[in-house]
């Protein structure tokens, strides 16, 4: 017992120490420090608002993401709405924002002076972190917009548009008629009235995001393709900037290049949807005419009988004939001379075309084609 008992007074003090110390100090502990731990935890967690972020994104967009200078005292900040009504008043908030450091005295705002949009007031003095609220009127628009400016010695000058109903359409101004895989073509999308097709001026800046379906889509000068590019076109164009298509489908299919038109608020005001029917390579759609005129020369030239000399020179006379009229349907396809309606998206359509002119004659084509004057083989 005597060596019993200290050996387990010692193990006791040392159980002790080891489970019953830590408890000890956390009921001892101040509830402050916890508490400020917790606190900061949730504060780093705490989601950013909805309107904080937009508020965010619209700064990114406005300063065109360049970083702030000492050359500028601030930014503004516009709360209005996206849609408005030609004629009718709307309520802009307006804020100055400004920079580390900047002046903080009164400063004089000026809005665009401008007979399409009229401000009550136009001029007034606003000081860094009020508020003034002023009344706005659309008075008349081009391309269903309207922009909104506002400036101020020393700050970044805002610039936004708003929609007025924005009735204007996008319609492909030029795109090359063959259009084939492979090969590279040239893009530009207007803005052109829903009534009368005409071209239309912005009359504020808008964004263009455009996705590729079996294509991809570039700017001009740019290196890499993708499928979908974004663009930002200013107040006073009438059409994108120039863009390249690349068909990546197969002949008979479609290209389809949805756009997507909207504010720098990141509201939507218009989205359209256009296909481009991707045509055969010029070489495939020759081969296949040539193809179809050899299969009716072949059937034409029989088979051999008698002075196999004759035959030779009939069958090369009859193969020669149709791969001329091969090359001749291939030619003239666009014409529609026999009056069939070619598909010249898919191959099949020249090889149906290079068939029949091999099997009226060439002679008959020309004919067609040259009605005062008959040809002579």
């Known amino acids: 017992m005597r060596i019993d008992g200290p050996v387990s007074l010692v193990a006791g003090l040392v159980l002790a120490g080891l489970c019953g110390v830590a408890p ?17 935890v949730r504060l780093e967690s705490r989601p950013i608002s909805t309107k904080k972020y937009s508020r965010v994104v619209e700064e990114r967009t406005i300063m065109g993401g360049q970083p702030r ?13 996206d849609n408005v009504e030609l004629g009718k008043p709307f309520d802009l908030d307006i804020r100055l924002r400004p920079y580390p450091n900047a002046p903080r005295g009164s400063v004089a705002v000026r809005m665009e002076q401008t007979d399409r949009v009229q401000y009550e007031p136009r001029v007034f003095s606003l000081r860094p972190g009020a508020v003034k609220t002023i009344r706005a009127t659309v008075r008349k628009t081009n391309a269903g917009l309207a922009g909104i400016i506002a400036n101020a010695d020393g700050w970044r000058t805002y610039e936004r548009s708003v929609s007025v109903g924005f009735p204007t359409l996008l319609e492909p101004a030029s795109v090359a008629a063959s259009f084939s895989k492979g090969g590279v073509e040239p893009l530009l999308l207007a803005f052109v009235d829903k009534d009368s097709k005409k071209r239309v001026s912005l009359d504020g800046p808008v964004f263009m995001i455009i996705n590729s379906a079996r294509a991809s889509v570039r700017e001009m000068g740019s290196s890499q393709w993708a499928n979908m590019v974004k663009l930002e076109v200013p107040a006073g164009e009438d059409a994108s900037p120039v863009l390249e298509l690349r068909p990546e489908g197969n002949s008979g299919e479609k290209a389809t290049v949805w756009v997507k038109v909207a504010l720098s608020s990141g509201q939507v005001i218009h989205s359209q949807a256009i296909e481009f029917p991707i045509y055969p390579r010029w070489w495939q759609a020759l081969l296949m005419s040539v ?45 529609d001379l026999l009056g069939l309606k070619l598909d010249s998206t898919t191959l099949k359509g020249y090889f149906l075309l290079g068939f029949a002119f091999s099997y009226v004659g060439v002679d008959a084509a020309l004919r067609l084609w040259m009605p005062g004057k008959p040809p002579t083989m």
Do not use: T
């Open 24 to 40: 000890l100090r956390a009921q001892h502990s101040p509830k402050k420090k916890a508490v400020s731990v917790w606190g900061d």
């Open 69 to 81: 200078d000492s050359a500028y005292s601030g930014g503004f900040e516009i709360d209005m709405p």
């Open 291 to 335: 193809l179809g005129g050899v299969l009716w020369g072949l059937r034409k030239a029989g088979w051999p009988q008698g002075n196999r000399d004759a035959w030779r020179r009939h069958f090369a006379k009859c193969l020669g004939a149709a791969v001329l009229a091969g090359g001749i349907g291939y030619c003239l396809s666009s014409r």
